[in-house]
């Protein structure tokens, strides 16, 4: 007997191996009104990574109640397809890609790729897309850092969830708009996940075309 196809959030979530495994953990990170279903942020602790901090160590991050000035945006960026940010090469370095993408996952405007590497972490997952504007993902992510990316402001937070570390990273590419990216990675280190993340995010920031 096959078992019925549960839904969740809209869409299809099948119970195989291929299916998008890190819907939850996102949803718990960028915040209930995101995801129909969603539960509100869960408190993390803020981690600062190193290839995030371009400004001199003597620089903080800042967290959301320091934050005055609107965020740094040197050029405002276009859209792109969602599935062609991480490329088969971009992922390599985190495991590489196991499967085809899974275009409006996690979140709408977003696509996410389940990656190889390792038969101890079967879901680990990459992941970027468009989603709300900078500010008010800091305002839901309040114990996030601003960091920064290639001259852009970012708001990163990390939150292990269910045995993963996952991390993300909303970078403001237009007042109205921020270039979201995630990276999932089984019983891996905060400050790790979020290098690692900096690289993905750099290179999805860098196919974005001029707005």
Known sequence: M??????????PVPNVRHRLPRVLALCVLI???ALSGCSTDVAGR???AAGFLDQPES??????????????????????DACGLLSPEDLTPVGGVAGPPHPGSPVPGACAHLLGGS???PDNT?????????PAIAQRQPRGVEVDVRGYSSWLYCEPVTGYQTCTAATAIRSDRSLLTMLSLKDASAADTAERLFGLTTAALQKLPPA
């Open 2 to 11: 096959v078992s019925r196809t549960p839904r969740r959030y809209g869409y």
């Open 31 to 33: 915040g209930g009104s």
């Open 119 to 121: 038969p101890d972490s």
């Open 59 to 80: 620089e903080a991050p800042h967290t959301r109640s320091a934050i005055a000035q609107p965020p740094r945006i040197p050029a405002p960026r276009g859209d792109a």
């Open 126 to 134: 990459a992941a970027a897309g468009f989603h709300e504007p900078f």
């Open 46 to 48: 803020p981690v600062p």
